[in-house]
C-alpha cells in the first residue's frame, strides 16, 4: 500500500529564482519523512513537485520507480493535506471523506461504508452524519487525513497542517499522525518548519536551507551530530561561540575564542582553514563555583525563566557575549541568582566544531536573543 519516493538532482526555478537547488533523497516505502527548514527554504516547493502541481525546472522524481515527468495531480499515486485543511462546511463528515470516491464514480452504499471504516481508523467513530462546524480542530485534522487515505494513495503528503492548532492540540496530533501512518502503512512526506514536530514524529528527517538539503538522518542524529552549523543552529538551541580552529587531531579540536581556546570534537569537513564555529548545547554545559579543568570560562547570571520542568540561566561572558545552560528543576539542584559570579564548564565531547552551512545564521544565539529578551 506504499511506494518509495525517489527525488535526483531536482531543482525548481521562478524566473531567475531558485527555490529548490540540486535536491536528491531517496524515501523509503512506508517511511515517515520530514522536511525541516525556515519559511522559504524550499520544502513546500519539493512537496508541489511530488504532488505534480509544479513541475521540477531540472532533474527527475520517482514514485515507486515511475517517472513522474508529464504526469498530473490527479493521475499519481500521491494524496495532499493543505495547511486549511479544505473541507467542505456544507456536506456532513462521511460526504466529506468520501467525496474522491465519488468523482470516481464510486456508489453511495460503498462510500458510505468506507467511510465508516476511516473514521474508526482515525479514532472518530459515529461521526458520519455530524456538520464539520460540530468538529474540533483536532477532529477537523483527522477528517482530513481520512478523506486522504480514502483514494489509497501510496504516499500521503502534508504541508504544516498542525500549524493553526494550539500547542497542547499540535502535541496530540502528533502522537495521532504517527499512529495513523504506523496503521496505514502508507509512506507519510510531512512538510514543517516546527523541530518539535519533525523530531517526535519522523524516521528520518531532511534539514533544508536556502533551497538546499543540509543534513538527512535520524531525528537523533540530526540533534546529536549536526552537519554544519547550519542544522545545529536550527535544530534545538545552542551556545555559539566565534573564533578559528587552532588545531586538529584526529577527532579532536582546539578552537580559540576571545574568552579561551576550547577542546572539542571535530565536524564533517573541518580543517584549521575552516570558517567554522563552536556549538554547545545547554543542557551539556554547567555551572560551578571554581573554574574546571580544560573547557571552563567565567560567566555572570543575568537571569533565570522558570520552564517548569527545567530552568534556563542566562549568562554574560568576560566580552558580554550572551550564554545560556539548562538545569533539570531538581529540588536538590541549587539554582544560581541573578548577579552571581561563577564559571560555566562543558566537556569536550559534549561541544562541536562545525563548518559554516548555506542559510549559517550570523553570530547570534538563541541565547542572545532570549538574553536581549529578558534585558527588553
Given at each position: 500500500m506504499s511506494e518509495g519516493v525517489e527525488l535526483s538532482a531536482v531543482c525548481c526555478d521562478f524566473g531567475d529564482f531558485?527555490?529548490?537547488?540540486?535536491?536528491?533523497?531517496?524515501?523509503?516505502?512506508?517511511?515517515?519523512?520530514?522536511?525541516?527548514?525556515?519559511?522559504?527554504?524550499?520544502?513546500?516547493?519539493?512537496?508541489?513537485?511530488?504532488?505534480?502541481?509544479?513541475?521540477?525546472?531540472?532533474?527527475?522524481?520517482?514514485?515507486?520507480?515511475?517517472?513522474?515527468?508529464?504526469?498530473?495531480?490527479?493521475?499519481?499515486?500521491?494524496?495532499?493535506?493543505?495547511?486549511?485543511?479544505?473541507?467542505?462546511?456544507?456536506?456532513?463528515?462521511?460526504?466529506?471523506?468520501?467525496?474522491?470516491?465519488?468523482?470516481?464514480?464510486?456508489?453511495?452504499?460503498?462510500?458510505?461504508?468506507?467511510?465508516?471504516?476511516?473514521?474508526?481508523?482515525?479514532?472518530?467513530?459515529?461521526?458520519?452524519?455530524?456538520?464539520?462546524?460540530?468538529?474540533?480542530?483536532?477532529?477537523?485534522?483527522?477528517?482530513?487525513?481520512?478523506?486522504?487515505?480514502?483514494?489509497?494513495?501510496?504516499?500521503?503528503?502534508?504541508?504544516?497542517?498542525?500549524?493553526?492548532?494550539?500547542?497542547?492540540?499540535?502535541?496530540?496530533?502528533?502522537?495521532?499522525?504517527?499512529?495513523?501512518?504506523?496503521?496505514?502503512?502508507?509512506?507519510?512526506?510531512?512538510?514543517?518548519?516546527?523541530?518539535?514536530?519533525a523530531l517526535a514524529m519522523s524516521d528520518r528527517v531532511?534539514?533544508?536551507?536556502?533551497?538546499?538539503?543540509?543534513?538527512?538522518?535520524?531525528?537523533?542524529?540530526?540533534?546529536?551530530?549536526?552537519?554544519?552549523?547550519?542544522?545545529?543552529?536550527?535544530?534545538?538551541?545552542n551556545n555559539i561561540f566565534t573564533g578559528t580552529v587552532e588545531n586538529v587531531a584526529g577527532q579532536m579540536g582546539t578552537f580559540g575564542t576571545s574568552v579561551g581556546n576550547f577542546t572539542a570534537a571535530i565536524g564533517p569537513g573541518v580543517t584549521r582553514n575552516s570558517a567554522a564555529r563552536l556549538y554547545v548545547r545547554p543542557e551539556y554545559a554547567h555551572l560551578q563555583a571554581a573554574p574546571a579543568a580544560g573547557n571552563s570560562l567565567p560567566v555572570a547570571v543575568e537571569n533565570v525563566a522558570f520552564e517548569g520542568n527545567f530552568i534556563n540561566v542566562h549568562l554574560s561572558d568576560a566580552h558580554g557575549g550572551a550564554r545560556i545552560i539548562q538545569m533539570r528543576n531538581d529540588k536538590a539542584i541549587a539554582v544560581p541568582a541573578p548577579g552571581e559570579r561563577l564559571h560555566m564548564s562543558f566537556a569536550p565531547e559534549n561541544a562541536m566544531i562545525l563548518a559554516d552551512g548555506a542559510g549559517q545564521p550570523a553570530s547570534r544565539s538563541a541565547a542572545q536573543s532570549a538574553l536581549e529578551a529578558s534585558h527588553a
Open positions: 531558485r527555490a529548490v537547488d540540486h535536491v536528491s533523497v531517496t524515501i523509503k516505502p512506508g517511511e515517515f519523512f520530514s522536511f525541516l527548514g525556515p519559511s522559504g527554504c524550499g520544502k513546500t516547493t519539493i512537496l508541489r513537485m511530488v504532488s505534480g502541481f509544479i513541475s521540477p525546472s531540472e532533474g527527475e522524481i520517482k514514485i515507486g520507480g515511475q517517472n513522474m515527468r508529464g504526469i498530473g495531480p490527479n493521475k499519481r499515486p500521491t494524496a495532499l493535506i493543505f495547511q486549511n485543511l479544505a473541507l467542505f462546511p456544507l456536506m456532513p463528515v462521511w460526504e466529506n471523506i468520501s467525496f474522491g470516491l465519488e468523482v470516481r464514480g464510486v456508489d453511495k452504499e460503498t462510500r458510505r461504508a468506507k467511510a465508516e471504516e476511516l473514521l474508526r481508523l482515525v479514532d472518530l467513530p459515529n461521526s458520519a452524519d455530524k456538520a464539520i462546524s460540530q468538529l474540533s480542530g483536532g477532529q477537523k485534522q483527522r477528517v482530513a487525513i481520512a478523506r486522504a487515505l480514502a483514494v489509497e494513495p501510496k504516499v500521503m503528503l502534508l504541508d504544516e497542517p498542525l500549524s493553526a492548532l494550539d500547542l497542547k492540540l499540535r502535541q496530540h496530533m502528533r502522537a495521532e499522525l504517527r499512529a495513523i501512518q504506523k496503521r496505514t502503512g502508507v509512506t507519510f512526506i510531512y512538510i514543517t518548519h516546527d523541530q518539535g514536530e531532511g534539514v533544508m536551507s536556502q533551497g538546499k538539503l543540509q543534513q538527512v538522518d535520524t531525528p537523533q542524529a540530526i540533534y546529536n551530530q549536526p552537519a554544519n552549523g547550519f542544522v545545529a543552529s536550527f535544530v534545538g538551541e
